[in-house]
Protein backbone atom coordinates (compact mmCIF):
# COMPACT_ATOMS: atom_id res chain seq x y z
CA UNK A 1 0.00 0.00 0.00
CA UNK A 2 1.38 3.52 0.35
CA UNK A 3 2.83 5.23 2.30
CA UNK A 4 -0.30 7.75 3.12
CA UNK A 5 -4.20 6.17 1.80
CA UNK A 6 -6.67 8.37 1.15
CA UNK A 7 -10.53 6.98 0.99
CA UNK A 8 -14.18 7.72 1.73
CA UNK A 9 -14.74 7.66 5.61
CA UNK A 10 -17.80 5.42 4.78
CA UNK A 11 -15.17 3.17 2.93
CA UNK A 12 -15.88 -0.43 4.62
CA UNK A 13 -12.26 -1.09 4.14
CA UNK A 14 -10.94 1.34 6.40
CA UNK A 15 -12.77 -1.04 9.62
CA UNK A 16 -11.41 -3.68 8.15
CA UNK A 17 -7.67 -2.83 7.73
CA UNK A 18 -7.58 -1.32 11.10
CA UNK A 19 -9.18 -4.64 12.55
CA UNK A 20 -6.54 -6.64 10.91
CA UNK A 21 -3.86 -4.05 12.42
CA UNK A 22 -2.92 -2.86 8.93
CA UNK A 23 -3.09 0.87 10.41
CA UNK A 24 -1.16 3.21 12.33
CA UNK A 25 -3.34 4.79 14.89
CA UNK A 26 -2.98 8.21 14.90
CA UNK A 27 -2.88 8.71 18.73
CA UNK A 28 0.39 6.48 18.84
CA UNK A 29 1.82 8.56 15.92
CA UNK A 30 0.50 11.88 17.16
CA UNK A 31 1.98 11.26 20.94
CA UNK A 32 5.80 9.62 19.35
CA UNK A 33 6.14 12.13 16.45
CA UNK A 34 3.75 15.10 17.02
CA UNK A 35 2.11 16.16 19.99
CA UNK A 36 1.58 19.78 19.34
CA UNK A 37 -0.64 18.51 16.20
CA UNK A 38 -3.43 17.48 19.40
CA UNK A 39 -3.89 21.53 19.27
CA UNK A 40 -4.33 22.00 16.13
CA UNK A 41 -6.70 19.62 15.33
CA UNK A 42 -10.26 20.06 15.32
CA UNK A 43 -11.24 18.11 18.21
CA UNK A 44 -14.22 15.61 16.80
CA UNK A 45 -10.92 14.50 14.36
CA UNK A 46 -9.49 12.29 17.70
CA UNK A 47 -13.34 12.23 19.35
CA UNK A 48 -15.57 11.05 16.83
CA UNK A 49 -14.07 8.57 14.77
CA UNK A 50 -12.45 6.15 17.30
CA UNK A 51 -12.71 2.17 17.05
CA UNK A 52 -14.22 -0.47 19.39
CA UNK A 53 -10.45 -0.30 20.79
CA UNK A 54 -11.03 3.72 21.52
CA UNK A 55 -7.83 4.60 19.09
CA UNK A 56 -8.31 6.84 16.08
CA UNK A 57 -6.78 5.19 12.69
CA UNK A 58 -8.59 7.72 10.11
CA UNK A 59 -7.69 11.39 9.65
CA UNK A 60 -10.83 12.68 8.57
CA UNK A 61 -10.99 15.63 7.01
CA UNK A 62 -13.96 18.47 6.12
CA UNK A 63 -15.67 18.06 9.43
CA UNK A 64 -18.23 20.52 10.22
CA UNK A 65 -17.43 20.66 14.25
CA UNK A 66 -17.93 22.57 17.23
CA UNK A 67 -15.11 25.70 15.59
CA UNK A 68 -16.76 25.43 12.01
CA UNK A 69 -20.38 26.20 13.47
CA UNK A 70 -19.35 28.89 15.96
CA UNK A 71 -17.79 30.54 12.89
CA UNK A 72 -19.88 29.79 10.04
CA UNK A 73 -22.44 31.04 12.73
CA UNK A 74 -20.75 34.50 13.17
CA UNK A 75 -20.46 34.97 9.22
CA UNK A 76 -23.84 34.20 8.51
CA UNK A 77 -22.77 31.01 6.25
CA UNK A 78 -24.50 28.08 7.95
CA UNK A 79 -26.77 28.24 5.31
CA UNK A 80 -25.52 28.19 1.86
CA UNK A 81 -26.60 28.53 -1.60
CA UNK A 82 -26.93 25.15 -1.82
CA UNK A 83 -29.71 24.67 0.80
CA UNK A 84 -33.05 22.95 0.71
CA UNK A 85 -36.09 25.59 -0.18
CA UNK A 86 -39.52 25.69 -1.59
CA UNK A 87 -40.34 28.21 -4.90
CA UNK A 88 -44.00 29.23 -6.16
CA UNK A 89 -44.18 31.36 -9.45
CA UNK A 90 -44.78 34.62 -8.24
CA UNK A 91 -47.00 35.81 -10.24
CA UNK A 92 -49.59 33.01 -9.42
CA UNK A 93 -49.37 33.42 -6.39
CA UNK A 94 -50.16 37.26 -6.72
CA UNK A 95 -53.07 36.78 -8.43
CA UNK A 96 -54.52 34.21 -5.33
CA UNK A 97 -53.83 36.92 -2.70
CA UNK A 98 -50.78 35.84 -1.07
CA UNK A 99 -52.45 33.53 1.50
CA UNK A 100 -49.92 32.56 4.35
CA UNK A 101 -48.10 29.19 3.96
CA UNK A 102 -46.80 28.08 7.14
CA UNK A 103 -46.84 24.22 6.36
CA UNK A 104 -47.52 21.08 3.76
CA UNK A 105 -51.16 21.66 3.92
CA UNK A 106 -50.84 25.26 3.58
CA UNK A 107 -48.56 24.80 0.50
CA UNK A 108 -50.99 22.27 -1.42
CA UNK A 109 -54.06 24.49 -0.92
CA UNK A 110 -52.32 26.99 -2.31
CA UNK A 111 -50.70 25.16 -5.60
CA UNK A 112 -54.23 23.88 -5.79
CA UNK A 113 -55.74 26.67 -5.88
CA UNK A 114 -52.44 28.40 -8.92
CA UNK A 115 -53.13 24.92 -10.90
CA UNK A 116 -57.33 25.49 -11.02
CA UNK A 117 -55.90 29.57 -12.47
CA UNK A 118 -53.74 27.46 -14.75
CA UNK A 119 -54.40 23.84 -15.65
CA UNK A 120 -51.61 23.30 -18.12
CA UNK A 121 -48.87 23.97 -15.87
CA UNK A 122 -47.56 21.53 -13.29
CA UNK A 123 -48.03 21.99 -10.15
CA UNK A 124 -44.98 20.11 -7.85
CA UNK A 125 -42.24 19.74 -9.65
CA UNK A 126 -38.99 18.00 -7.30
CA UNK A 127 -36.36 19.72 -9.48
CA UNK A 128 -33.34 18.59 -7.71
CA UNK A 129 -33.51 14.96 -9.78
CA UNK A 130 -34.33 13.03 -6.55
CA UNK A 131 -37.52 11.79 -7.53
CA UNK A 132 -36.43 10.55 -11.28
CA UNK A 133 -36.21 6.75 -11.65
CA UNK A 134 -32.76 5.56 -11.33
CA UNK A 135 -32.71 8.00 -8.01
CA UNK A 136 -35.86 7.91 -6.42
CA UNK A 137 -36.19 5.49 -3.46
CA UNK A 138 -32.60 4.94 -3.01
CA UNK A 139 -32.57 6.71 0.67
CA UNK A 140 -36.07 7.09 2.92
CA UNK A 141 -34.33 11.22 3.37
CA UNK A 142 -36.63 12.19 0.07
CA UNK A 143 -33.81 14.93 -0.78
CA UNK A 144 -34.79 18.42 -0.64
CA UNK A 145 -38.30 17.52 -0.28
CA UNK A 146 -37.70 15.95 3.02
CA UNK A 147 -35.76 18.61 4.58
CA UNK A 148 -38.97 21.09 4.18
CA UNK A 149 -40.71 18.46 6.88
CA UNK A 150 -37.49 17.57 9.20
CA UNK A 151 -36.72 14.78 6.95
CA UNK A 152 -32.83 14.50 6.16
CA UNK A 153 -31.52 11.12 7.63
CA UNK A 154 -32.40 7.51 7.44
CA UNK A 155 -32.46 6.97 10.90
CA UNK A 156 -34.94 7.91 13.37
CA UNK A 157 -34.16 7.54 17.53
CA UNK A 158 -36.54 5.02 19.32
CA UNK A 159 -36.17 3.71 22.99
CA UNK A 160 -32.48 5.18 23.39
CA UNK A 161 -31.71 2.62 20.01
CA UNK A 162 -31.76 3.27 16.18
CA UNK A 163 -34.71 2.34 13.84
CA UNK A 164 -35.27 2.82 9.65
CA UNK A 165 -37.00 6.37 9.34
CA UNK A 166 -39.07 4.68 7.21
CA UNK A 167 -41.30 3.20 9.92
CA UNK A 168 -41.23 6.80 11.79
CA UNK A 169 -44.05 9.81 10.72
CA UNK A 170 -40.59 11.96 9.52
CA UNK A 171 -41.06 9.51 6.20
CA UNK A 172 -44.76 8.59 6.21
CA UNK A 173 -46.40 12.17 6.71
CA UNK A 174 -43.71 13.67 3.45
CA UNK A 175 -44.66 10.43 1.75
CA UNK A 176 -48.89 11.30 2.13
CA UNK A 177 -48.49 14.53 0.90
CA UNK A 178 -46.86 13.38 -2.07
CA UNK A 179 -49.62 10.81 -2.72
CA UNK A 180 -52.53 13.60 -1.73
CA UNK A 181 -50.57 15.78 -4.33
CA UNK A 182 -50.92 12.78 -6.88
CA UNK A 183 -54.83 12.77 -6.30
CA UNK A 184 -55.20 16.86 -6.38
CA UNK A 185 -53.65 16.47 -9.57
CA UNK A 186 -50.52 18.25 -8.78
CA UNK A 187 -47.57 16.32 -8.81
CA UNK A 188 -47.65 14.51 -11.94
CA UNK A 189 -45.24 11.21 -13.12
CA UNK A 190 -43.45 14.12 -15.20
CA UNK A 191 -40.29 14.38 -12.49
CA UNK A 192 -40.02 10.85 -12.27
CA UNK A 193 -39.35 10.22 -15.92
CA UNK A 194 -37.81 13.34 -17.19
CA UNK A 195 -34.03 13.93 -16.80
CA UNK A 196 -32.26 16.49 -14.90
CA UNK A 197 -32.31 19.13 -17.85
CA UNK A 198 -35.47 18.51 -18.61
CA UNK A 199 -37.24 19.54 -15.31
CA UNK A 200 -34.58 22.44 -15.18
CA UNK A 201 -35.49 23.64 -19.19
CA UNK A 202 -39.51 23.07 -18.05
CA UNK A 203 -38.85 25.51 -14.97
CA UNK A 204 -37.11 28.09 -16.95
CA UNK A 205 -40.01 27.99 -20.07
CA UNK A 206 -42.43 28.45 -16.95
CA UNK A 207 -44.15 25.13 -17.27
CA UNK A 208 -44.10 25.05 -13.73
CA UNK A 209 -45.87 26.28 -10.52
CA UNK A 210 -44.02 25.28 -7.65
CA UNK A 211 -40.89 23.47 -7.13
CA UNK A 212 -38.46 22.36 -4.32
CA UNK A 213 -34.95 22.56 -5.07
CA UNK A 214 -31.61 24.88 -3.41
CA UNK A 215 -31.40 28.95 -2.86
CA UNK A 216 -29.13 29.37 -5.62
CA UNK A 217 -31.52 27.60 -7.92
CA UNK A 218 -34.87 29.03 -6.10
CA UNK A 219 -35.22 32.68 -8.00
CA UNK A 220 -35.70 31.16 -12.03
CA UNK A 221 -37.08 34.08 -14.49
CA UNK A 222 -38.93 31.42 -16.88
CA UNK A 223 -39.05 32.89 -20.37
CA UNK A 224 -38.18 36.57 -21.71
CA UNK A 225 -40.45 37.60 -19.10
CA UNK A 226 -39.36 39.24 -15.56
CA UNK A 227 -42.88 39.48 -14.23
CA UNK A 228 -42.94 35.60 -13.94
CA UNK A 229 -40.07 35.38 -11.21
CA UNK A 230 -39.76 32.43 -8.54
CA UNK A 231 -39.65 33.59 -5.26
CA UNK A 232 -38.39 31.69 -2.42
CA UNK A 233 -41.00 30.64 0.18
CA UNK A 234 -40.36 31.02 4.14
CA UNK A 235 -39.61 27.68 5.81
CA UNK A 236 -42.31 25.22 7.48
CA UNK A 237 -43.01 25.23 10.82
CA UNK A 238 -41.80 21.51 9.83
CA UNK A 239 -38.66 22.63 8.35
CA UNK A 240 -35.83 20.98 9.94
CA UNK A 241 -32.33 20.17 8.58
CA UNK A 242 -30.05 17.47 10.82
CA UNK A 243 -26.22 17.74 9.68
CA UNK A 244 -23.56 15.00 11.00
CA UNK A 245 -20.96 17.53 10.05
CA UNK A 246 -19.34 14.26 9.63
CA UNK A 247 -16.56 15.06 6.67
CA UNK A 248 -16.05 13.50 3.22
CA UNK A 249 -12.54 11.65 2.82
CA UNK A 250 -10.16 9.76 5.53
CA UNK A 251 -7.05 9.93 5.25
CA UNK A 252 -4.81 6.67 7.01
CA UNK A 253 -1.00 5.32 7.26
CA UNK A 254 -0.41 1.84 6.60
CA UNK A 255 2.13 -0.29 9.03
CA UNK A 256 4.05 -0.77 5.80
CA UNK A 257 4.60 3.42 5.54
CA UNK A 258 8.54 3.47 5.40
CA UNK A 259 8.82 6.48 7.62
CA UNK A 260 5.50 6.90 10.11
CA UNK A 261 7.75 9.93 11.44
CA UNK A 262 7.41 11.79 8.24
CA UNK A 263 4.23 10.86 7.12
CA UNK A 264 2.42 12.18 10.56
CA UNK A 265 4.51 15.04 10.17
CA UNK A 266 3.23 16.08 7.00
CA UNK A 267 0.11 15.01 8.00
CA UNK A 268 0.72 18.22 11.10
CA UNK A 269 2.05 20.35 8.05
CA UNK A 270 -1.23 20.26 6.24
CA UNK A 271 -3.40 20.75 8.98
CA UNK A 272 -1.90 23.59 10.57
CA UNK A 273 -3.34 27.29 9.14
CA UNK A 274 0.16 27.56 7.52
CA UNK A 275 -0.20 24.32 5.92
CA UNK A 276 -3.33 25.56 4.27
CA UNK A 277 -2.07 28.83 4.08
CA UNK A 278 0.32 27.39 1.66
CA UNK A 279 -2.12 24.75 -0.49
CA UNK A 280 -5.24 26.20 -0.26
CA UNK A 281 -5.16 30.31 0.24
CA UNK A 282 -1.94 30.70 -2.01
CA UNK A 283 0.40 33.86 -1.63
CA UNK A 284 -0.27 36.51 0.93
CA UNK A 285 -0.18 40.38 -0.58
CA UNK A 286 -2.26 43.29 -1.38
CA UNK A 287 -1.43 43.35 -4.95
CA UNK A 288 -3.10 40.85 -7.92
CA UNK A 289 -0.82 39.56 -10.59
CA UNK A 290 -2.47 36.68 -11.77
CA UNK A 291 -3.61 33.20 -10.63
CA UNK A 292 -0.35 31.56 -10.05
CA UNK A 293 2.38 34.34 -9.78
CA UNK A 294 0.13 35.65 -6.84
CA UNK A 295 -1.15 37.19 -4.54
CA UNK A 296 -4.36 35.40 -4.10
CA UNK A 297 -5.16 36.60 -0.62
CA UNK A 298 -4.49 39.10 2.10
CA UNK A 299 -5.51 39.69 5.62
CA UNK A 300 -8.32 42.02 6.91
CA UNK A 301 -9.88 42.99 10.16
CA UNK A 302 -8.29 39.32 11.19
CA UNK A 303 -9.64 37.29 8.49
CA UNK A 304 -7.59 35.87 5.30
CA UNK A 305 -9.78 37.23 2.35
CA UNK A 306 -9.22 36.69 -1.41
CA UNK A 307 -8.66 39.55 -3.90
CA UNK A 308 -11.53 39.92 -5.47
CA UNK A 309 -9.58 40.02 -8.96
CA UNK A 310 -8.19 36.25 -8.00
CA UNK A 311 -12.15 35.43 -7.44
CA UNK A 312 -13.48 36.42 -10.37
CA UNK A 313 -10.62 34.45 -12.47
CA UNK A 314 -11.48 31.08 -10.42
CA UNK A 315 -14.86 31.75 -10.72
CA UNK A 316 -14.64 32.28 -14.39
CA UNK A 317 -12.69 29.33 -14.93
CA UNK A 318 -12.33 27.42 -11.62
CA UNK A 319 -10.81 23.76 -12.95
CA UNK A 320 -8.30 25.87 -15.28
CA UNK A 321 -7.20 27.66 -12.42
CA UNK A 322 -6.72 24.69 -10.11
CA UNK A 323 -4.74 22.82 -12.31
CA UNK A 324 -2.43 26.26 -12.49
CA UNK A 325 -1.68 26.78 -9.59
CA UNK A 326 -2.63 23.44 -7.37
CA UNK A 327 -4.64 26.06 -4.98
CA UNK A 328 -7.59 24.23 -2.84
CA UNK A 329 -6.72 20.84 -4.56
CA UNK A 330 -4.97 19.20 -1.82
CA UNK A 331 -7.89 17.68 0.21
CA UNK A 332 -6.34 15.14 2.10
CA UNK A 333 -6.18 16.56 5.10
CA UNK A 334 -8.55 19.91 4.77
CA UNK A 335 -10.05 21.52 7.88
CA UNK A 336 -13.55 22.45 6.49
CA UNK A 337 -13.52 25.85 8.25
CA UNK A 338 -10.00 27.07 7.16
CA UNK A 339 -10.81 26.11 3.59
CA UNK A 340 -14.01 28.09 3.47
CA UNK A 341 -13.03 31.28 5.73
CA UNK A 342 -11.35 33.18 2.82
CA UNK A 343 -14.22 32.28 0.66
CA UNK A 344 -16.70 34.00 3.50
CA UNK A 345 -18.64 37.16 3.25
CA UNK A 346 -20.75 38.55 5.75
CA UNK A 347 -21.82 41.77 3.60
CA UNK A 348 -23.83 39.14 1.69
CA UNK A 349 -27.62 41.04 2.45
CA UNK A 350 -29.37 38.47 0.77
CA UNK A 351 -27.66 35.56 2.63
CA UNK A 352 -27.85 36.50 5.27
CA UNK A 353 -31.24 36.82 5.25
CA UNK A 354 -31.44 33.23 4.43
CA UNK A 355 -29.26 32.35 7.06
CA UNK A 356 -31.73 34.70 9.52
CA UNK A 357 -34.87 32.23 8.20
CA UNK A 358 -33.49 28.82 7.51
CA UNK A 359 -29.80 28.83 9.77
CA UNK A 360 -31.98 28.21 12.91
CA UNK A 361 -33.57 24.83 11.46
CA UNK A 362 -29.88 23.48 10.74
CA UNK A 363 -29.24 20.88 13.38
CA UNK A 364 -25.84 19.48 14.48
CA UNK A 365 -26.12 15.47 15.16
CA UNK A 366 -22.43 14.02 14.95
CA UNK A 367 -23.83 10.77 16.96
CA UNK A 368 -26.20 10.25 13.66
CA UNK A 369 -23.00 9.57 11.31
CA UNK A 370 -23.82 5.92 11.57
CA UNK A 371 -21.87 3.20 9.43
CA UNK A 372 -23.32 0.73 7.15
CA UNK A 373 -22.67 -2.70 7.68
CA UNK A 374 -20.16 -4.39 5.55
CA UNK A 375 -22.05 -5.72 2.00
CA UNK A 376 -21.09 -8.94 2.35
CA UNK A 377 -22.49 -9.80 5.98
CA UNK A 378 -26.01 -10.82 6.62
CA UNK A 379 -26.50 -7.55 7.99
CA UNK A 380 -25.17 -5.95 4.86
CA UNK A 381 -27.46 -8.21 2.30
CA UNK A 382 -30.97 -7.26 4.24
CA UNK A 383 -30.03 -3.96 4.40
CA UNK A 384 -29.75 -4.00 0.50
CA UNK A 385 -32.61 -6.16 -0.18
CA UNK A 386 -34.36 -3.81 1.96
CA UNK A 387 -33.41 -0.45 0.40
CA UNK A 388 -34.36 -2.15 -3.58
CA UNK A 389 -37.89 -2.55 -1.82
CA UNK A 390 -38.13 1.08 -0.74
CA UNK A 391 -37.40 1.82 -4.55
CA UNK A 392 -39.81 -0.25 -5.57
CA UNK A 393 -42.70 1.04 -2.85
CA UNK A 394 -41.84 4.67 -2.80
CA UNK A 395 -43.42 5.00 -6.33
CA UNK A 396 -46.42 2.61 -5.47
CA UNK A 397 -46.71 4.78 -2.21
CA UNK A 398 -47.47 7.80 -4.18
CA UNK A 399 -49.28 6.86 -7.48
CA UNK A 400 -52.23 4.77 -5.21
CA UNK A 401 -55.86 5.38 -4.40
CA UNK A 402 -54.87 3.48 -1.23
CA UNK A 403 -51.77 4.89 0.79
CA UNK A 404 -51.81 3.05 4.00
CA UNK A 405 -52.69 -0.37 2.39
CA UNK A 406 -49.52 0.23 0.08
CA UNK A 407 -47.10 1.59 3.38
CA UNK A 408 -48.21 -1.65 5.54
CA UNK A 409 -47.42 -4.06 3.17
CA UNK A 410 -43.91 -2.40 2.72
CA UNK A 411 -43.23 -2.39 6.02
CA UNK A 412 -44.51 -5.78 6.71
CA UNK A 413 -42.08 -7.20 3.57
CA UNK A 414 -39.06 -5.08 5.06
CA UNK A 415 -40.04 -6.84 8.69
CA UNK A 416 -39.83 -10.42 6.89
CA UNK A 417 -36.15 -9.68 5.72
CA UNK A 418 -35.45 -9.50 8.82
CA UNK A 419 -34.60 -5.22 8.96
CA UNK A 420 -34.60 -5.43 12.51
CA UNK A 421 -30.97 -7.25 12.53
CA UNK A 422 -29.59 -4.20 10.64
CA UNK A 423 -31.55 -2.14 12.98
CA UNK A 424 -29.60 -3.60 15.91
CA UNK A 425 -26.30 -3.10 14.08
CA UNK A 426 -27.18 0.96 13.69
CA UNK A 427 -28.11 1.03 17.04
CA UNK A 428 -24.88 -1.08 17.75
CA UNK A 429 -22.76 1.81 16.01
CA UNK A 430 -24.80 4.75 17.37
CA UNK A 431 -24.25 3.92 20.60
CA UNK A 432 -20.92 3.90 20.29
CA UNK A 433 -21.00 7.48 18.88
CA UNK A 434 -22.54 8.59 21.69
CA UNK A 435 -20.55 7.67 24.55
Avoid at 131 to 155: C, N, P, R, V
Wanted: charged share 30%; proline share 5%; hydrophobic share 35%.
Amino acid sequence: MPDILTLDKNDAALKKMAEAGMLWSLDELIDQYAPKMREILPKEILSNYQMADGKTYQFTTWIQGEAWQKAAREYDQIVGTNQPVMTVRKDYYDEIGRPEIKNMADFIAAVKQMKENHPDKIGFYPADGSMSADEFGKSAKLSHYGIQMGLSTDFAEKDGGIQWVVRDDKFKEPMKYLNEMYLEGILTKDPFIDTKDVGKAKIEQGDVISYCWTISDGEKVPGDNPETTYEILPPFETYGQIRTGAGWLATVIPKTCKNPERAIRFLEYLASVEGHSDVSWGIEGDTYQDPVAGAQWHMVDGKPVLLEEYVKDKNADWGGVASRNGLGEYWIACNELLWNLPWWNDQDERMNKFNEQFGKYVEFRPELDIQDPSPESEEGIIRQKAFSLLQQYSVKMIFTEDFESVYQEFIQKIDELGMNKVEAYWTEEYKNKAK
